[in-house]
């Protein structure tokens, strides 16, 4: 199975802050790489698919980048409502992976 | 707007069978394959299989024998089995639509395993 090293696991932001996360495939995955956003007791929300396509509704201060093994996320000028997990998902090959998240913290 | 609602047990003896179910209404359940994702607490996501409206399945390896999924179109549902549970199985349990991606999850509902 496709395996996704995210990192860091952990990130400590101030607000207005810029926000970058990567996520690593093992193999590669083309652009079939999608973010998410999960906040405790509630359902993960999409945030970017095909590693830069905007989802609807998501501010534009959300984006992606990368293909191949290699992808970010990028939140420009954090906000305190972005304190959440973030995970990177695959879709190239079953079984469909997720990494292991990244935590974003406000300070 | 398309919801979905999982239901089921919340708790489970260890050795029974799992059996949850995601009701899915504003829309048809056809055209989509309907995945069930997992996470147990503190730790990550985890893809568990998903299904079409044609009764096609495709499950993670890691589950594959101990997991069935199946369609009620008639009642636009779509169930997850979970045989011979474990603490392991103890999670939070997502169902998620997915057209190119998964775009539209349940508010999840939570399984523990426990005698």
């Known amino acids: 199975e496709v395996v996704l090293t995210q990192s860091p696991d952990f990130q400590s932001v101030t607000p207005q802050e810029k926000v970058t996360i990567t996520c690593r495939a093992s193999?590669?995955?083309?652009?079939?790489l999608h973010w998410y956003q999960k906040k405790p007791d509630q359902s993960p929300k999409l945030l970017i698919k095909?590693?830069?396509q905007s989802f609807s509704g998501v501010p534009s201060r959300f984006s992606g980048s990368g293909s191949g093994t290699d992808f970010a996320l990028t939140i420009n000028s954090l906000e305190t409502e972005d304190a959440a997990t973030y995970y990177c998902h695959q879709s190239s090959t079953l079984p469909w992976t997720f990494g292991q998240g990244t935590k974003v913290e406000i300070k | 707007q398309m919801q979905l609602q999982e239901s089921g047990p919340g708790l489970v003896k260890p050795s029974e069978t799992l059996s949850l179910t995601c009701s899915v209404s504003g829309g048809s359940i056809g055209g989509y394959y309907w995945n069930w994702i997992r996470q147990p607490a503190g730790k990550g996501l985890e893809w568990i299989g998903r299904?079409?409206?044609?009764?096609?399945?495709n499950y993670n390896p890691s589950l594959k024998s101990r997991v069935t999924m199946s369609v009620d179109t008639s009642k636009n549902q779509i169930s997850l089995k979970v045989a011979s549970a474990t603490a392991a199985d103890t999670a939070m349990y997502f169902c998620?639509?997915?057209?190119?991606?998964?775009?539209?999850w349940g508010r999840g509902t939570m399984v523990t395993v426990s005698s």
């Open positions: 299904i079409y409206i044609s009764g096609t399945t």
């Open positions: 193999q590669s995955i083309g652009s079939s």
């Open positions: 095909y590693a830069s």
């Open positions: 998620a639509r997915r057209e190119d991606t998964f775009d539209i």
